[in-house]
C-alpha cells in the first residue's frame, strides 16, 4: 500500500518499517508507546518532541514555508485548524545538538523544547490533574501562560507562546490528528499584561542592609544565603536552587570543563568563584568574588560545608524556588516595606540591584580609562561596554535587545548615569543633555521601546 503525502519522522518510519504496520494504523502504536506502563503527562509530550525531531534537515529550505503559513494564521487568512493540518505536513523538530556560542554553553532547540515540555506537562497535572496529552485544552495552554506573566517578562512569554504552538504540532506529527489536539488555539500574552511589578523594581541598598541586619538576628533559614548570594552575585532564583557546594571555589582551581575564557567573567583577586552550570538557556558562567564581602560569602559557605560534612554534590540552600521567594517576601512584610509588598519584589529584585550597582561601577572605570577624545563617544564606548559586561555577568544571552538602553533605561535610570557623569567632572546639565541625546539617538536608530525592554 503506498505511503500517504504526508511527512514521517525518522522514528516513525523506523517503527513502521519494523512492525510492518501500515500508515493508518501507526499512530495507534505511536500513542501507546507514548502511553507505555502508565508514562506521564510530561514523557508524553517528550515523546512527542523527540518523534516528530529529525537529525541533520535542511531546516533552512522549509522556513519560508513556515513562516508563510504563520504569517497566514496571525492575519487572519487561515484558521487553527488548517494553519496546523498545512504545517505539520511540513514541521519537524530540528536537532543540532549542543554547541558553544560565543562566551556561553547553548542548546540546542529540540533540548529547550523537551525542557520545556517537561515543565508544562508537571504544570498541568499540578493544576488540571489530567494524565494524557490529548486532554490538554486550549483555556489550559492559556492559563499557564497567564500564571507566568505573573513572574517572566514579555519576551519569555512570547518564546512559551511558540513552544506550546511547537508541543502541538509534535503531538499531531506523533500521534496523528484523531485525538483532537488543539490546546495552542488562540494563545497569547495577556492583553492586561503590565510590565513592570516584581521585576520592575530594584530593592534599595538600604533596604537590603535592614533586612539583612533583621534576618540575621532572627532567621536561621538557608533563605537568608540566598538573599546574600543573589544581591553579592546576581544569581537567578532557579540558580540558587540548584547551587551545590562544588560550585564553590576558593582556591582558584576552577575545575578545567569550565576554565576558559568564554565561561569566565573576569578574574577574582581572592581566586574565589561561583559556577553556575547550565542556566537559562543552558549557558555556563564563572562569577569572580570581586570584593571582600564577596570572598568572605563564599569562605563561610565552604566553612560550613566542612563543619556540616557536607558532600561536595549536596545542595547549598536546599530550598525550592518558590520557597525562596515566599521566604523573601514574608520578610518584606514583617519589616514594613509594602512597596515591595504591594509589587510582589522577589529575589529578581536583587539581582536587579546587582546590575545597578555592577552597570555604574563599570561605567565608570571604562570612562575614565577611556582616551577618546569625543565626549560623546567616549560616553557611549563606556555605556556598550558596562552593558556588555553586566549582560555577561547576569548570565543573559548575546543577542539581546540594544544594551546601552536596556541597561539605562530599565536598571539604573536616567538620572542615576548622569550623576554617575557628574562623580568624573562633567557638569549635570552637560551630563542630562549629554545622555538624552545618546538615547534619541539610539532610539531612533533602533526603533527601541523603553515600555518593553528588561532584564531577564
Not at 499584561?193 to 539583612?212: F, S, T
Not at 560550585?247 to 583577586?269: C, T
Request: proline share 2%; with cysteine.
Amino acid at each position: 500500500m503506498p505511503l500517504p503525502k504526508k511527512t514521517y519522522s525518522s522514528g516513525i518510519l523506523k517503527i513502521m518499517f519494523n512492525t510492518c504496520l501500515f500508515p493508518e494504523n501507526i499512530h495507534k502504536l505511536v500513542f501507546s508507546m507514548g502511553k507505555k506502563k502508565n508514562r506521564s503527562l510530561s514523557h508524553q509530550l517528550v515523546y512527542a518532541v523527540v518523534a516528530s525531531s529529525k537529525v541533520g534537515a535542511p531546516k533552512k529550505q522549509f522556513k519560508n514555508d513556515w513562516w508563510n503559513l504563520d504569517r497566514k494564521l496571525k492575519k487572519g487568512e487561515i484558521e487553527f485548524e488548517e494553519w496546523l493540518e498545512q504545517k505539520s505536513q511540513i514541521w519537524f523538530v530540528p536537532s543540532r545538538g549542543d554547541y558553544f556560542h560565543n562566551f556561553g554553553f547553548k542548546k540546542g532547540y529540540k533540548d529547550n523544547l523537551v525542557e520545556f515540555a517537561k515543565q508544562f506537562g508537571k504544570w498541568l497535572k499540578e493544576n488540571y490533574n489530567i494524565k494524557n496529552a490529548y486532554e490538554i485544552t486550549p483555556e489550559m495552554a492559556q492559563s499557564f501562560i497567564n500564571e507566568k506573566a505573573k513572574e517572566c517578562g514579555v519576551k519569555t512569554l512570547i518564546t512559551y507562546c511558540s513552544y506550546i504552538k511547537a508541543l502541538n504540532l509534535s503531538c499531531v506529527k506523533a500521534y496523528g490528528s484523531k485525538y483532537g489536539f488543539n490546546f495552542a488555539k488562540g494563545i497569547r500574552v495577556p492583553e492586561n499584561y503590565q510590565h513592570g511589578g516584581k521585576r520592575k523594581l530594584a530593592v534599595k541598598n538600604e533596604d537590603y542592609q535592614k533586612l539583612i541586619n533583621y534576618l540575621d538576628k532572627n532567621s536561621n533559614s538557608k533563605g537568608v544565603l540566598a538573599i546574600k548570594l543573589s544581591r553579592n552575585f546576581g544569581l537567578r532564583v532557579s540558580e540558587l536552587a540548584k547551587l551545590r557546594y562544588k560550585h564553590i571555589v576558593l582556591d582558584g582551581e576552577i575545575p578545567r570543563y569550565f576554565n576558559r575564557e568564554h565561561f569566565i567573567i573576569d578574574k577574582s583577586p581572592f581566586g574565589a568563584y561561583i559556577i553556575v552550570e547550565k542556566s537559562k538557556g543552558g549557558r555556563h558562567r564563572v562569577i569572580p568574588a570581586l570584593s571582600r564581602e564577596q570572598y568572605e560569602l563564599l569562605k563561610k559557605i565552604k566553612e560550613e560545608q566542612f563543619k556540616e560534612g557536607k558532600d561536595k554534590e549536596d545542595l547549598v540552600i536546599g530550598l525550592k524556588r518558590d520557597s525562596i521567594n515566599t521566604f523573601l517576601r514574608r520578610a518584606f512584610k514583617k519589616l514594613g516595606m509594602h512597596e515591595y509588598v504591594k509589587n510582589s519584589v522577589n529575589i529578581h529584585g536583587l539581582r536587579k540591584a546587582r546590575a545597578k550597582e555592577l552597570f555604574l561601577t563599570k561605567f565608570k572605570e571604562y570612562y575614565k580609562e577611556s582616551k577618546e577624545n569625543n565626549l560623546k563617544k567616549r560616553v557611549v564606548n563606556a555605556l556598550e561596554r558596562a552593558g556588555g559586561y553586566t549582560n555577561r555577568y547576569l548570565g543573559h544571552s548575546s543577542d539581546r535587545e540594544d544594551l546601552l538602553l536596556t541597561y539605562v533605561y530599565t536598571v539604573c535610570g536616567v538620572e542615576e548615569v548622569v550623576l554617575t557623569l557628574k562623580e568624573v567632572g562633567i557638569n549635570e546639565e552637560t551630563a542630562e543633555n549629554l545622555v538624552n541625546e545618546i538615547l534619541g539617538d539610539r532610539i531612533n536608530t533602533t526603533g527601541y521601546n523603553p515600555a518593553i525592554g528588561e532584564v531577564e
